[in-house]
Nanobody, 136 residues
């Protein structure tokens, strides 16, 4: 049974740092593109970052670019999202995901690297979500 379990959430003040982790079991994360999504109250789930299967491409949505960093540790079968400079608008439930759906994370021959997509349909497995609250 595949499980993705997030940890590291909580409450922080604006400007503080926070690191979310996601541990995989029953799955080898190194064989998938991975991503992070979030859902704020009253809003739809949005993709915020992804990392390609070979770690040769990352994507960040404009709202988090320069403030968040996605990474993975294949030896520990984990992935992480570092929030360097939190803001109140980052308050949401955060979800990790892993995917290998054809057409979403394919090899880009022109770029010579794998890509990744933050479209939810491209992901096969999801964590249960963890709350992050940024408030003064």
């Amino acid at each position: 049974q595949v499980q993705l379990v997030e940890s590291g959430g909580g409450s922080v003040q604006p400007g503080e740092a926070l690191t979310l982790s996601c541990k995989g079991s029953g799955i080898t994360l190194g064989q998938y593109a991975v991503g992070w999504f979030r859902q704020a109250p009253g809003k739809e789930r949005e993709g915020i970052s992804c990392l390609s299967i070979k770690d040769d491409y990352t994507y960040y949505t404009d709202s988090v670019k320069g403030r968040f960093t996605i990474s993975r540790d294949n030896a520990k079968n984990t992935m992480s999202l570092q929030i360097h400079d939190s803001a109140p608008e980052d308050t949401a439930t955060y979800y990790c995901a892993a995917g290998a759906v054809a057409g979403y994370h394919d090899f880009d021959f022109r770029a010579g690297a794998f890509r990744c997509s933050i479209l939810p349909a491209g992901f096969d497995y999801w964590g249960q979500g963890i709350q992050v609250t940024v408030s003064s």
